[in-house]
């Protein structure tokens, strides 16, 4: 069970840094690229290929970014975001696994391009280059590479890479084990985040994201994988799916069942603060632990209108977690201290923003 | 829009309905006879056979379910309860469209015995012969012989009959709409309700159930097909999978997306009280209007210890509504009126009480 440790800034001053941030506003050599690939990979479904080169400027970069994620970022308070490629394009059953391999090191070079541009802004994390019937040790290649050459401090790992038919290994097969390995070895945990869904029954980011919450922390409970890895970390993004608001459905099957109990689980599984409403939030922070709550907002993503109902936009969930029934320190907790526990190589921001000044 | 009508009993007192009961307590005939048809269609996948026997006398049924569903509809003041066949021995992955209609047709058939033996205690809902690849008109039949010969006043309908590869007609597909037009006419509503998962990626009273309810919820969200069918009535069971807590996703998501509106949606659209802590009912009688939220517990089911927090079962949900924030009139509309309005054929169960005493 790992320790609460709230980390205060060098000035006492907390910080805000969201979890779960994507480039979803990259500009459009990013798609050209991508359609390329798949276009070659039609032709051809062994086509091998080459990296080749997305050329986009440091320029058009900031471009895509000042007026969105950086102008949210000033109006909500947000001081940092673990900003990862665009989960709906990682497109894991797109292409073969040489197309996945160097589509993914495109996106993750993009992302540290982004964070070198705003070192006080964004810190990386990466997408894995996982593809269908594939086996995992380009995914282990891939996440050494971003955290030891590039300095990430954590991954997206697609629990149904065929985009909704779950015809994969399950996330307790043995499949998995050495790149939960090397997320122990390096210390770097792991948002497990499925891409677009190809299965016409699933919205992806409505019921194929939520049913993928769902489906990895109940695989996790039943199977009791963490006994196995019990240094690693999920989070459960988008509020954990179904999870908090059926705590109770869960907390009883796990008792009757023999399995985990949560409160054990609870030393390895964290939920981030995706839920665009009040009501869930107050929920989400009445059942789950503090020491479990990630403060994210998934901006800009899928949802980006405002809520006539108060005026403000439905993902600034910086306004819930700040109307929420906690005192100064677990909100402190949700907002940065266990950001910090759970991604111990997030980089010390403060002393970024103060050199930048 | 169907309007709010909360119907008091004559004598004015208000019951308490369970919309959502599976008769999980069969003798062990039951099981045979499944099994007896599972291993003719492994001996022969094209196996006919015939309807056959399953022979449990009344005692039996009795003895199935006094200490069971009966005791604790007692201990739990609640008046009767709507009984559908076991949702996850539905097993329409199971077997073919042959040996799916014979073991519906018993299954139903029992339930019209145990409510013929209990009037007053349950109202039958039946399941639907449904399998893979199969049409619907097996299921149109048995839907017309449960309403109108055996009067059934709802259905169970199964999104997913594959048990969790989701590869067939989504529900706003023309292969459904012969159902729904005899769902119309009769004046049924269906509960949408998957079966067992046989995709090992998914639990099936956990994971398996709860994404269902999402994805049914998503699938009308995204296509309007109430639209085509205004009197339609579907019920998403256990507490409506993730929807309600993840309302602002699904609103904001409608608004931008121009999909119907969730207040619209509401006219059509119900979940039941199936949520096992208190804080998930608090949710869902905050957010989803009243008019929309039908008690049930689904008991004898997923869950059946006792919450050491409380003392009390886990799914003994009546407990929950009682203590949420609800007036008196909101409160019975949720335990009988909603019920009521949604399942227009439930008999006068007050009469058939005070005739049997």
Same mark, same amino acid.
């Given at each position: 069970m790992l320790l609460v440790a709230v980390i205060a800034s060098e000035d006492g001053t907390r910080m805000v840094i969201d979890c779960h941030g994507h480039y979803?506003?990259?500009?459009?050599q990013l798609g050209e690229y991508r359609e390329a690939q798949r276009r070659a990979v039609e032709a051809d479904p062994g086509h091998v290929g080459e990296k080749g +080169?997305?050329? +986009?400027?440091d320029d058009e970069l900031r471009a895509s970014l000042e007026p969105n994620q950086l102008r949210l970022q000033r109006e909500r308070g947000i001081d940092a975001t673990l900003l990862s490629p665009r989960a709906s394009w990682m497109?894991?059953?797109?292409? #073969?696994e040489h197309t996945s391999r160097f589509w993914t090191e495109h996106c993750n070079d993009l992302i540290r391009r982004i964070c070198d541009l705003y070192p006080a802004n964004f810190v990386p994390v990466c997408q894995l280059p996982q593809s269908p019937g594939a086996g995992i040790a380009s995914s282990v290649s891939e996440l050494r590479r971003c955290v @030891? @050459?590039?300095?990430?401090?954590g991954c997206n790992l697609n629990p149904d890479p065929s985009g909704g038919f779950w015809d994969g290994p399950t996330l307790?097969? %043995?499949?998995w084990h050495p790149l939960y390995e090397v997320m122990c070895e390096l210390d770097v945990p792991a948002m497990i985040h499925v891409s677009a869904a !190809? #299965?016409?029954?699933?919205?992806?980011?409505?019921s194929h994201y939520l049913g993928a919450d769902t489906t990895a922390f109940m695989q996790a409970l039943t199977s009791g994988l963490f006994r196995d890895f019990p240094t690693m970390r999920w989070v459960i993004p988008h509020g954990g799916g179904a999870v908090p608001y059926h705590w109770g459905r869960f907390k009883g099957m796990a008792e009757e069942q023999g399995w985990q109990h949560l409160d054990e689980l609870m030393g390895n599984v964290f939920f981030d603060? !995706?839920?665009?409403?009040q009501a869930g939030i107050d929920l989400l922070v009445d059942v789950v632990p503090t020491t479990n709550v990630l403060f994210a907002? @998934?901006?800009?993503?899928a949802v980006k209108g405002i809520d006539p109902a108060t005026g403000?936009?439905?993902?600034?969930?910086r306004r819930y977690v700040d109307a929420a029934d906690l005192t100064d320190q677990q909100r402190a907790a949700i907002f940065e201290g266990n950001v910090r526990r759970v991604y111990?190589?997030? %980089?010390d921001l403060d002393r970024q923003a103060k050199m930048e000044r």
């Open positions: 979803t506003t990259a500009p459009a +080169i997305v050329d +986009i400027s497109g894991h059953h797109l292409g #073969n @030891e @050459e590039l300095g990430f401090v307790d097969d %043995p499949h !190809c #299965n016409p029954h699933f919205h992806s980011t409505g603060t !995706c839920v665009y409403h907002s @998934e901006m800009v993503g403000h936009a439905y993902d600034d969930t111990p190589r997030l %980089p």
